[in-house]
């Protein structure tokens, strides 16, 4: 397996980062849209997580990840249980329908005459994270796709004879540069968290990020042994987080501020306060915490909300700046 640089070693980028973690303990929040410069560590960061988390429960053999007893088609060794790395699959912007939901394997049909389902990235992908670089790229009929699986937690073929449904449940992760176009508003509501990233500004951060990635591409294996404490003490920390989720309260107040905060904002639909919520005892539980507090709130909203604002002709500001006036009023200490 490639070596990729820690995601403990990354300078800078907190708000991807803390993103990134959160949607590692709750997968519920709906995924993470990084946007903004180029060469700004997005799919470092990405990649990074993926070597930081860890592994699952998975039935041998099986092609979806299925938890032991859970098995989707009966595909698997349902008594035997593996510990496999959870997934994160990239899903490049040229891949044809079938590579991304699966289609007919044709060399068992031509070699054998059997009609066998081939598993796509979507199956690959279930129980782990989705990654799409460059996702305001996507062409429109994979959005479409996406959008149907994100919404029902499972991918339906139906073509060439077959007729198979399988789970895909995962966290999707974009990431691109604005400048070359906009997310569609359908898949862009569907990402629960949305990061800032730019290019460091002040001299200090920029040296250590070349002077890390340095070491990193000189001797990465001394690189890696420097920074396996730190791996390995966040790798705990999530799972902890995770273990912790389920007793972090959220209390009516909370529910009550986020609630205020999205109707001053006029954000539309009522995704906006339920991953606020979910990310807050995310938040809450990573930083062993009892229950959700207004500076839990305070630290997730801009990243649960700055992307589900209309644009407003009278106020000249960014959704982000908008978001923090508001975050000010409502929650104001």
């Given at each position: 397996m490639t070596a990729v640089f820690p995601f403990s070693a990354i300078v800078g980028q907190t708000e991807m980062k803390?993103?990134?973690?959160?949607?590692?303990?709750d997968p519920a929040i709906g995924g993470v849209l990084a946007f903004g410069d180029r060469g700004a560590g997005k799919s470092t960061a990405v990649r990074a997580l993926a070597a930081l988390l860890p592994p699952i429960m998975a039935v041998a053999h099986c092609?979806?990840?299925?938890?032991?007893?859970?098995?989707?088609?009966?595909c698997g060794r349902a008594d035997v249980a593996v510990e496999t790395p959870t997934p994160v699959v990239d899903l490049p912007l040229g891949a044809t329908e079938d590579r991304v939901v699966g289609a007919l394997d044709l060399e068992r049909a031509l070699t054998k005459g059997e009609k066998a389902f081939e598993p796509g990235l979507l199956a690959r992908a279930h129980r782990g994270f989705l990654y799409i670089d460059e996702v305001n790229l996507l062409e429109d009929h994979l959005v479409d796709l996406l959008l149907d699986v994100a919404a029902s937690g499972e991918n339906v073929v139906e073509r060439e004879g077959l007729s198979v449904r399988h789970p895909a449940r995962f966290v999707l992760v974009g990431s691109g540069n604005p400048e070359e176009g906009e997310l569609r508003p359908q898949l862009l509501d569907r990402f629960g968290l949305s990061v800032e990233v730019s290019t460091p500004r002040e001299l200090k951060e920029r040296i250590e990020v070349v002077r890390r990635r340095d070491a990193f591409e000189r001797d990465r294996?001394?690189?890696?042994?420097?920074?396996a404490e730190a791996e390995a003490e966040l790798r705990a920390r999530i799972v902890a987080a995770r273990g912790r989720l389920g007793g972090v309260e959220a209390g009516d107040a909370a529910l009550e501020k986020a609630a205020r905060l999205c109707i001053a904002l006029g954000a539309d639909g009522l995704r906006g306060e339920l991953t606020m919520l979910r990310a807050a005892r995310a938040l809450a539980a990573f930083?062993?915490?009892?229950?959700?507090?207004?500076?839990?709130?305070?630290?997730?909203a801009p990243a649960a909300l700055r992307h589900r604002l209309r644009r407003d002709p009278l106020d000249e500001a960014g959704s982000t700046v908008r978001v923090a006036r508001a975050v000010d009023e409502i929650l104001a200490a």
């Open positions: 803390q993103a990134l973690i959160l949607a590692a303990i092609p979806y990840n299925c938890a032991p007893g859970a098995c989707a088609l009966g294996v001394a690189f890696l042994s420097d920074w930083e062993g915490d009892k229950s959700v507090t207004d500076a839990h709130l305070r630290e997730v």
